[in-house]
């Protein structure tokens, strides 16, 4: 079959698509019914666990205190039979390694009983504790390939859940990874330790301010996803999609998303009815998602959660998008979570929304009705500030990747550059204290629509603002910069330790001050936001203005690429940071660095590779084919005594040679090795991509000329508007 037929046949088959699954039954049960029905929380471990073993493992979960081995073999029972129960034959230790993907190792309930029969086992120690090879992951130097043993630890914390499968289900229980010499070899157990750090550091504060019940501080997150929906005929005859995830070939289709009708329009019937289906899975699963939309870019959507515990909505987050994917094929269409699939038109990002606080007080970061006059939350917000500007290019280091920097900067993300979007109310009230003293607070009205059928709408305090990379948005902040395709482990990680460091800042200085609390406040936070108000702005940050001002005036980091950001993973400032609050010693931090780095030139190198082999396997014999078919019209013109018009055969021809000629030079390119990775990483952002990028332009100028009925790849337009 030749490429252009496999297009074709493509494009007939989405057209004449038909649903490959049953309808599901919404009146059979309702969303409230099968809510974390397939998960082993609080609920069934009060139903199943004894009095005493489920105060015990609750107070793990609810006070942080250490877990109790001793309840283990209590609680596997429990959990085994409410599996078994469920039609679980395995369980699986889930786990999550540097890779950002999820990994399982599954095991057999059963065991040989010696007499020809098997039995149902399944012990603490096998709850607690699993052994998956820990050379086999990469580990940044960790684990030498010929040391190979690692082990899995169960975190309490995160429930376990069933995963079902037509053929059977299967126990899930969410561990941590560590290698024998007991160092993260994953992105979970960072997480955990940040949030120590966090609560231990908050607990500071809220003694100064008379809070000392102890009530664990922790960090919550809800992170909007972002996520693109095409045939999979079409998914299939894309090499560079199956293989990259991204388009490396490929002209903007006629109408992309100029007209913005795509943006909250009425949802395609196929695709409604994917996320439903991936709606109802999540719900048993206990993942709290709420919305569901259609995103600017054509055959782009968006699914996002509440908030949750920050370590649950982690691990809740790798369910996201294998559910999304693995449902998605069942209605014969494949889920893209590359931050830019398609070169033109908007990406895709994972907006982290995050807060923090505890059952006795709530959210720390709600600035109520009169944020002035509530001191407790201007220290928390002056803390995430001061943690905001001072590691920078840290946070911009933990979202860097080959594919995220194919959005960043964008018209639809926010630039590298980090910044703080306060709104109108709290950047007045922080200015006043800059000033003096803050004595007011602007506050929200109403707005009259002007129409007496239609009600009066609170009107809040301050805009929103969609250009900033770390925006509040009314209680809670929103980290917009992260990349749809990555785990939000790293991100939280950062965010708990550089807010926990801030708050050891301030908890020492007001511990230390023999001034009046109020006083020693209203001073501190005055030096806060005189040191650190540069990262507050309000402003359009997709400006060109904003960059120049931000970069040259106010001297804020704008680290463009990758290779630019990820050496700041191995800084000395980072690795002391994580290492003070027991987050990442230095071994660990180095590691992520170097895994970081190794990834994005691997990225790059694949995508290198897969222009070379789809030009000149795919693209420049479609070019040929073309070429010789002009030819042969104008020599048949020629014998006929017509001389032939070959501007068209010689713009086939000039672009074919400089295809052919840039793709021997891209080739030539990727026989260079540099010294490290950081030389290694650059030479791939410097040198190789903008080879790549010589081939694109020169591919897809091809294709606005070259016959149709030649063209061997689904083009963006059958892509993004066939469904």
């Known amino acids: 079959m030749s490429g252009n037929e496999a297009r074709l046949k493509a494009v007939s088959a989405v057209v004449n698509y038909k649903p490959i699954t049953e309808p599901l039954n919404f009146a059979e049960t309702s969303a409230s019914e099968i809510f974390a029905v397939n998960v082993f929380n609080g609920k069934a471990m009060k139903q199943r666990l004894p009095k005493s073993v489920y105060k015990s493992v609750q107070k793990t979960i609810k006070q942080g205190k250490k877990?109790?081995?001793?309840?283990?073999?209590?609680?596997?029972?429990?959990?085994?039979?409410?599996?078994?129960?469920?039609?679980?034959?395995?369980?699986?230790?889930?786990?999550y390694p540097l890779t950002g993907a999820t990994a399982e190792k599954h095991d057999s309930f059963l065991s040989p009983s010696g007499d020809g029969e098997a039995i149902a086992e399944f012990s603490g120690e096998q709850l607690i504790q699993g052994e998956p090879d820990g050379s086999s992951f990469p580990t940044g130097g960790i684990r030498p390939t010929f040391e190979a043993r690692g082990y899995t630890a169960w975190d309490v914390t995160s429930p376990a859940y069933i995963l079902e499968n037509p053929n059977g289900t299967t126990l899930c229980i969410p561990t941590a990874f560590v290698s024998w010499t007991g160092?993260?070899?994953?992105?979970?157990?960072?997480?955990?330790r940040s949030m120590k750090a966090l609560n231990?550091?908050?607990?500071?504060i809220l003694k100064l301010f008379g809070h000392d019940d102890g009530a664990i501080v922790t960090s919550t997150a809800g992170a909007e996803q972002e996520y693109f929906l095409i045939d999979q005929n079409f998914y299939l005859a894309r090499p560079d999609l199956l293989t990259a995830?991204?388009?490396?070939?490929?002209?903007?289709?006629?109408?992309?998303?100029?007209?913005?009708?795509?943006y909250f329009g009425a949802i395609p019937e196929r695709v409604l009815a994917c996320m439903l289906e991936t709606e109802r899975e999540l719900f048993k699963l206990g993942v709290p998602v709420k919305t569901r939309h259609n995103e600017v870019a054509p055959s782009q959507y968006e699914m996002a959660p509440v908030h949750e515990n920050a370590n649950v909505a982690t691990d809740h987050q790798q369910i996201i998008m294998l559910t999304l994917k693995r449902v998605a094929a069942k209605y014969g269409l494949a889920c893209l979570t590359h931050e830019k699939p398609f070169l033109g038109v908007n990406g895709s990002g994972k907006h982290v929304n995050y807060s923090f606080g505890n059952e006795t007080l709530g959210n720390l970061i709600d600035p109520g009705d009169t944020p002035h006059e509530n001191l407790r939350f201007l220290v928390f917000t002056a803390a995430v500030i001061r943690a905001v500007d001072k590691y920078a290019p840290l946070l911009r280091a933990v979202i860097a990747s080959a594919s995220n920097d194919h959005r960043l900067g964008a018209n639809e993300a926010p630039p590298a550059i980090i910044s703080i979007f306060l709104g109108e109310q709290l950047t007045d009230v922080f200015e006043q204290i800059k000033t003096g003293k803050a004595t007011s607070s602007k506050q929200q009205g109403y707005l009259e629509i002007g129409v007496d059928t239609l009600p009066p709408l609170h009107r809040h305090s301050g805009d929103r603002n969609r250009t900033s990379p770390f925006a509040f948005t009314g209680n809670k902040f929103e980290f917009r910069a992260v990349g749809s395709n990555q785990s939000i482990a790293s991100p939280l990680t950062t965010l708990n330790t550089i807010i926990a460091e801030s708050l050891d800042y301030i908890a020492t200085k007001l511990e230390a001050s023999d001034s009046d609390f109020g006083d020693a406040v209203q001073t501190l936070l005055r030096e806060i936001v005189t040191e650190h108000g540069r990262i507050i702005f309000n402003g359009d940050g997709y400006s060109e203005a904003w960059h120049k001002e931000a970069e040259f005036e106010r001297g804020l980091p704008n680290l463009r690429t990758s290779a630019q950001a990820l050496p700041v993973l191995n800084s000395p400032d980072s690795i002391a940071l994580f290492g003070k609050y027991n987050v990442l010693s230095a071994r660990e931090a180095a590691s992520r660095a170097e895994v970081k780095l190794e990834q994005y030139v691997m990225a790059i190198q694949v995508e290198?590779?897969?222009?070379?082999?789809m030009g000149r396997t795919m693209i420049y014999p479609a070019a040929l084919r073309y070429q010789?078919?002009?030819?042969?019209?104008?020599?048949?013109l020629k014998t006929a005594g017509i001389e032939p018009d070959t501007t068209a055969l010689d713009k086939v021809t000039a672009s074919a040679n400089a295809l052919q000629e840039s793709l021997d030079r891209l080739d030539a390119l990727l026989t260079h090795e540099a010294d490290d990775l950081e030389a290694e990483a650059s030479y791939m952002c410097d040198t190789v991509l903008p080879a790549m990028a010589?081939?694109?332009?020169?591919?897809d100028a091809l294709e606005k000329i070259v016959a149709d009925d030649l063209w061997p790849l689904p083009t963006y337009q059958e892509m993004l508007f066939i469904k």
């Open 67 to 95: 877990l109790d081995t001793t309840t283990a073999d209590a609680v596997a029972s429990a959990m085994k039979d409410w599996a078994i129960e469920k039609g679980a034959t395995h369980y699986a230790h889930v786990f």
């Open 183 to 192: 160092e993260a070899l994953d992105k979970k157990t960072p997480v955990l």
């Open 200 to 204: 231990e550091q908050a607990q500071r």
């Open 245 to 262: 995830g991204r388009t490396l070939f490929g002209t903007k289709p006629p109408k992309g998303q100029e007209f913005d009708d795509h």
């Open 608 to 613: 290198a590779r897969l222009t070379l082999k």
């Open 628 to 636: 010789s078919e002009l030819a042969g019209a104008a020599a048949h």
């Open 694 to 699: 010589t081939v694109r332009t020169h591919a």
